[in-house]
């Protein structure tokens, strides 16, 4: 079993709908939260960044954590035709020791039908 | 306008040759990252550095991939001899980690994407 889940989807929506992306992960300690999004043929990018449980919001998009449940998703709002990318979910254990490997899941691949 | 450099950007060889990545990470950074996608696995971390240091590379073959930072400004990754099985993008991404902050931010290159005919 890997250590973060995340369905491949592809995932297509119409334009304007909202979008929900989700992960679980099973170790516990993770404490660093990620999202990630990759356009076609280019390196990941950070969507944003969350610090234990909690939400945190950035204009369209809103990520939330449930540590109690092993579980993270990134929210967008009024999406976008150019939101069609593959979202990548990312957690790491520590931010400064040797434990702080940033573990990817697998990726989503999301479309957006204008 | 700072970013990470990767080379080659394309390769394709035989199996049994020798196939080196070369990356360059963002000055002043001081953590790198190899990483492997693909269509079924994903994004699979191979090695990680800080400070030039490795502190992971659990997720390497060991008998055939080696990864080095000869100094600050170049990172390798080296596969000897190469196999089919290890067609993917190969990815190098740089972060600057400092107790007490840290945004899990790094910052990607544009891969180089590998085939082993």
């Known amino acids: 079993q890997k250590e973060v889940e995340q369905d491949p989807g592809p995932l297509s929506v119409p334009e304007g709908a909202i979008v929900s992306l989700n992960c679980t992960y099973s170790?516990?300690?993770?404490?660093?939260f990620m999202w990630y999004r990759q356009y076609s043929r280019k390196g990941p990018e950070l969507l944003m960044y969350?610090?234990?449980?909690g939400n945190k919001e950035d204009g369209r998009f809103t990520a939330q954590v449930d540590k109690s449940s092993k579980y993270i998703s990134l929210f967008i709002r009024d999406s976008q035709p150019s939101d069609s990318a593959t979202y990548l979910c990312?957690?790491?254990?520590?931010?400064?020791?040797?434990?702080?490997?940033?573990?990817f899941g697998s990726g989503t691949r999301l479309s957006i039908r204008p | 306008d700072a970013r990470v450099t990767q080379t080659p950007r394309h390769k394709v060889t035989e199996m049994g040759q020798e196939v080196t990545m070369r990356c360059q990470p963002i000055?002043?950074?001081?953590?790198v990252f190899w990483y492997r996608q693909t269509m079924m696995q994903g994004l699979e971390l191979l090695a990680y550095?800080?400070?030039?240091?490795?502190?992971?590379d659990s997720g390497m073959p060991k008998d055939r991939f080696s990864a080095e930072m000869p100094d600050a400004t170049l990172a390798t990754l080296k596969i000897q001899p190469s196999e089919p099985r290890d067609s993917a993008v190969y990815f190098c991404a740089s972060g600057l980690v400092r107790e007490g902050l840290w945004t899990g931010e790094l910052f990607f290159g544009e891969g180089s994407r590998l085939t082993v005919l």
């Open positions: 990312a957690m790491s254990l520590s931010g400064y020791s040797s434990a702080s490997k940033i573990i």
């Open positions: 000055l002043g950074h001081n953590t």
């Open positions: 170790n516990s300690a993770f404490q660093y």
């Open positions: 969350t610090y234990s449980s």
């Open positions: 550095f800080r400070n030039r240091a490795p502190l992971d």
